[in-house]
């Protein structure tokens, strides 16, 4: 019976070891292949984003929006100030969190 206990004990932790270590391998796998050349693929893929990452900081907003989209956004930008209230929209919200002041009771 404690033959039986150790060698299933002994199963569980083969199963759990042999898990970790292919998901290790998996890891370490697709950190290597960053150092080898890329699939043409994915490399055009990759170039593109670069692209658009440098034609965008240029621009200074979005790439090729032309003056439909400014139009369509400020509208929308006026709908939700009238709706919310006033504040500029395009900017993520500051959260202020104050301690809350406890007070002692006498007993």
Known sequence: MILRQILRLSSLFHSAVSFDLRRNIGLSAIVF????????????FLDKIREYN???????????AGPDFQKDMNES??????????GDLTKF????????KFEETPK
Request: aromatic share 8%.
């Open 93 to 100: 919200p500051e959260f202020k969190f104050e301690e809350p």
């Open 54 to 64: 440098t034609k965008s900081k240029q621009a200074g907003g979005p790439v090729d």
């Open 77 to 86: 930008l006026a709908r939700l100030q009238r709706a919310y209230g006033e």
């Open 33 to 44: 292949n960053k150092t080898k050349e890329l699939d043409p693929v994915q490399k055009l």
